[in-house]
């Protein structure tokens, strides 16, 4: 089995900075992309900002300059630099991960951490 845990959510005033990090554990062989995603109530969840194994980096136009990705791929680990933070930015953070459990391509499955709330504060 794999497990996502995420940590470093909480409360935080506009402008401020606060750092995500979601590691990765279990039957694992591979990682291949991992993202950060959002969901506020009554919305659909939505991608903040995604690295590839080769930490190629892309992110929503509403983080852009403001949030990092970034990976350890020693520690099965991703995290999220959220700089300059806006009250819209407010909600419950998930990482999710494409992970393969063998060295078969029927092994692929993508997992969700179960969300970190991050909450901004006027």
């Known amino acids: 089995q794999v497990q996502l845990v995420e940590s470093g959510g909480g409360l935080v005033q506009a402008g401020g900075s606060q750092r995500l990090a979601c590691t990765a554990s279990?039957?694992?062989?591979?990682?291949?992309?991992m993202g950060w995603y959002r969901q506020t109530p009554g919305k659909q969840r939505e991608v903040v900002a995604i690295?590839?194994?080769?930490?190629?980096?892309n992110y929503a136009d509403s983080v852009k300059g403001r949030f990092t990705i970034s990976r350890d791929n020693a520690k099965n680990t991703v995290y999220l630099q959220m700089n300059s933070l806006k009250t819209e930015d407010t909600a419950v953070y998930y990482c999710?991960?494409?992970?393969?459990?063998?060295?078969?391509?029927?092994?692929?499955?993508?997992?969700w951490g179960q969300g970190t709330q991050v909450t901004v504060s006027s």
């Open positions: 279990g039957s694992i062989f591979r990682i291949n992309t």
């Open positions: 690295i590839t194994s080769g930490s190629s980096t």
């Open positions: 999710n991960a494409e992970i393969f459990t063998s060295a078969s391509a029927f092994s692929r499955g993508s997992y």
